[in-house]
Each structure stands twice: as C-alpha cells, then as structure tokens.
C-alpha cells in the first residue's frame, strides 16, 4: 500500500514560476526521497533528506522536511518547459531495510 | 552513475502465455532489487522484494505463484509472470540497491506489457 499524499495532484504553471508539491506521509521514517518520471518512463533520483535533516538543496531543487508534521515539500525555481514531469516522494522505514514506499504523485506541467 | 538496465522495454503477448523481464544492474552488484507495478496515471506499487540467493518477499495481495521472482545472482532478477491476462497489462519497473540499510535504488527504465 502507498505510504503517503502527494498534493496537488496535478500542478499547472507558467515557465519562469516556482513550484510547490508536498508530500504527507503517516510511518516513522529514516529518510524521504523525490523522483521525477517523464511520460512513459524509469525514474530519475532528484534528492534525498534523512530524518535528522530538515532542509536540502541540489540546483534548483529545495527540499524540506518536518518529521513533527510528517510532511516534506519539494521546491523547483525556476521552472522550465523540461521540468514537465510527475513527481514522487518515497520514504524509507527504519523497518524495511532499503524498501521504499512511494507516494501518489503530482503531475507538474509547465506552460511556455 | 549506478545503471540499470531491463529487457525487454516493450512486450505484447497472447492472453495465457508467460512473459519473462530481466533486470540487470550493470555496473554494480547489487544485494537486493525490487519489482514495481505501475498503472497508467498512478504511482508505483512495490510487488516484491528481491534478495541474492533467498526467496523473495512479497506485498500482501500480490500472488507469488502468478509473479515468479529470481534472483540468481547479484546483478540479475527476473520476473516471471505467469499466465498473463489483460489485468496484467502495466508497466513493470525494478530497481536495485547496492546497499542494504541505505535505502538507495537505482531504477530501470521500465517494461511496458501488454497482454492481448
């Protein structure tokens, strides 16, 4: 079974804006992923946050995380026509050694 | 980067015939793979848990006997699935890990079956 939320859903902007999507999750974790899959697609490993962190960069990716909520965010600046794409947050249990659970994925489109 | 590689990427068979996917981490060894499932417009399901020369786990309501999982060696899996129906059809994509307590995985870029 699924893990957690993603929200939104489904997220339309226009090229140059931020985007938001966040992620809820109800387990203890040991650390939470973002992914990203084009169309029809494998997924590609965008960041990775462990429990004892609370915020992550890579490029234009931020990534935070609040285990008293259990809830991470992914942001992307300024976002491109090639960021189209869904993404997914995965979490990784103390339990389940390298078994990951994913989210239910938002579906991000950017407008030229 | 680790890389993953599966084949076959696309496969259409006959409802009843079996359909064997291959796994294969390149240029690593891996302990453990994974098997997902994924629907068209949703998230990936984890099927199974694969562990190098040990039976496979399974999630609870996938059927071990209809998804036959080997692991033979530490840079290959493979999913067998078995007298395949229409119901079947998804896109089936594994992942490896190289380490066992990291949750690290690197992904395949997916097989697309489609059962007739």
């Known amino acids: 079974s699924q893990q957690g939320e993603e929200d939104p859903q489904a997220l339309s902007i226009q090229e140059g804006e931020n985007a938001t999507m966040n992620c809820s999750y109800k387990?203890?974790?040991?650390?939470l992923q973002w992914y990203r899959q084009n169309s029809g697609r494998g997924l590609v490993h965008l960041i990775l946050?462990?429990?004892?962190?609370r915020e992550k960069h890579s490029g234009r990716l931020r990534v935070t995380l609040d285990t008293s909520k259990k809830s991470s965010s992914l942001l992307i600046t300024a976002s491109r026509a090639a960021d189209t794409a869904s993404y997914f947050c995965?979490?990784?249990?103390?339990?389940?050694?390298?078994?990951?659970?994913f989210g239910s994925g938002t579906r991000l489109s950017i407008r030229p | 980067g680790a890389v993953v590689s599966q084949h076959p990427s696309w496969v259409i068979c006959k409802s009843g015939t079996s359909v064997k996917i291959e796994c294969r981490s390149l240029d690593f060894q891996a302990t453990t793979m994974f098997w997902y499932r994924q629907f068209p417009k949703q998230s990936l399901m984890l099927m199974a848990t694969?562990?190098?020369?040990?039976?496979?786990?399974?999630e609870q309501g996938v059927e071990k006997d209809k998804f036959l999982i080997n692991h033979a060696s530490l840079t290959l899996s493979t999913l067998t699935v078995t007298s395949a129906h229409p119901e079947d059809s998804s896109f089936y994509i594994c992942?490896?890990?190289?380490?066992?307590?990291?949750?690290?995985?690197?992904f395949g870029p997916g097989t697309r079956l489609t059962v007739l």
């Open positions: 992942s490896a890990s190289p380490n066992y307590n990291n949750n690290e995985q690197f």
């Open positions: 387990t203890s974790i040991n650390n």
């Open positions: 946050i462990r429990s004892n962190e």
């Open positions: 995965a979490t990784g249990r103390y339990s389940s050694a390298s078994k990951i659970i």
């Open positions: 694969s562990n190098e020369g040990s039976k496979a786990t399974y």
